[in-house]
């Protein structure tokens, strides 16, 4: 069974341009989460969709949005990027909401700003 | 809100010897926890989770964690390290019926040959 994917895997942006990521979740699965990991910051929730509805979000601005498609595939979006976007991008899946599910990540998006 | 503390952001062991890392809760609610593990340049691996059955969880890799609910901590063992263990450790709460997880700030694991 295929893993969680996530496309591209490397990215340089400058700053203002927009962004866009995808993750195709494991086949099954209908939860996907996002999060971002930086050094300072650490691991930091963005947003988790479940049946292309987003059920929760966490303390980003609205540069940051995401959606899900009815395959379960999804995307994040961020606008208008500023230095400190520049990050890795983790995407999880899990089969249904709830965390007592195992989440599976994805290898990240390594985004840079310059 | 939950939180996660993680002391010590660098633990180095020698090959053989026993892994501890630490990891201390804190959540109005019970809670969920796990240990992720992260290879460089890769994401992050489920190794163990707690979700109120068993107090000591095993994982795998021979990794174990005992939650203690009066000591608020979900500490990660492993009787005998070994090479391939070196990656960062994070640990990690949610709420129950709360979706999120929330991360510590990670623990660097080195092993000494």
């Known amino acids: 069974k295929a893993g969680v994917t996530q496309t591209p895997r490397y990215l340089i942006k400058t700053r203002g341009q927009q962004v866009t990521l995808s993750c195709s979740p494991i086949s099954g699965h209908r939860s996907v989460s996002w999060y971002q990991q930086t050094p300072g910051q650490g691991l930091q929730f963005l947003f988790e969709y479940f049946s292309e509805t987003q059920r929760n979000k966490g303390n980003f601005p609205g540069r940051f949005s995401g959606r899900q498609f009815s395959n379960s595939r999804s995307e994040m979006n961020v606008s208008t990027l500023e230095l400190g976007d520049s990050a890795l991008y983790l995407c999880a899946s899990s089969l249904d909401r709830g965390y007592t599910d195992t989440q599976y990540f994805g290898p990240g998006t390594r985004l840079t700003v310059l | 809100a939950q939180s996660v503390t993680q002391l010590g952001s660098h633990v180095s062991v020698s090959e053989g010897a026993l892994v501890l890392l630490r990891c201390n809760y804190s959540s109005s609610v019970p809670p969920y926890l796990f240990w992720y593990v992260q290879y460089p340049n890769q994401g992050l691996q489920l190794l163990l989770k707690?979700?109120?059955?068993?107090?000591l969880v095993k994982g795998i890799n021979g990794f174990e964690a005992e939650f203690k609910k009066s000591e608020t901590s979900f500490h990660l063992t492993k009787p005998s390290a070994h090479m391939s263990d070196a990656a960062e450790y994070f640990c990690a709460v949610s709420d129950s019926g709360n979706e999120k997880l929330t991360f510590g700030t990670g623990t660097r694991l080195t092993i000494i040959p």
């Open positions: 707690y979700t109120s059955a068993a107090t």
